[in-house]
């Protein structure tokens, strides 16, 4: 399944974006999907996961309480509601698939191409 996430951009301290990753080439329907950033000089780190049927979500603790992950199966879509973002909060964005409800970055097979976001202080 190839993933593409999208809905970057510069926003201010305190505003909102959505990012969505959509699929072609396969149903989201049969991964858990997750959220992943890298901010400039640092690792790539989980940020959400949700799994197959949108009832089970988790959240990095930096991103609780002001980031939610959803799905629309039908859509093969997933997304990513970004709220209160922080100056701390930019970093490229990845959404990824995997075949198991997992936090950890070696579960995740497939990776979407990264979107930017940044947030002026």
């Known amino acids: 399944v190839q993933l593409q996430a999208f809905g970057g951009g510069l926003v201010q301290t305190g505003g909102s974006l959505r990012l969505s990753c959509a699929a072609e080439?396969?149903?989201?329907?049969?991964?858990?999907m997750g959220w992943s950033r890298q901010a400039p000089g640092k690792k790539r780190a989980f940020v959400a996961v949700?799994?197959?049927?949108?009832?089970?979500?988790a959240y990095a603790d930096s991103v609780q309480g002001r980031f939610t992950i959803s799905r629309d199966n039908a859509k093969n879509t997933v997304y990513l509601q970004m709220n209160s973002l922080e100056p701390e909060d930019t970093a490229i964005y990845y959404c990824?698939?995997?075949?198991?409800?997992?936090?950890?970055?070696?579960?995740?097979?497939?990776w979407g191409q990264g979107t930017q976001v940044t947030v002026s202080s």
């Open positions: 990824a698939a995997a075949s198991r409800y997992s936090s950890r970055e070696q579960s995740y097979n497939y």
């Open positions: 080439g396969g149903s989201l329907n049969n991964y858990v």
């Open positions: 949700i799994n197959r049927g949108g009832g089970d979500t």
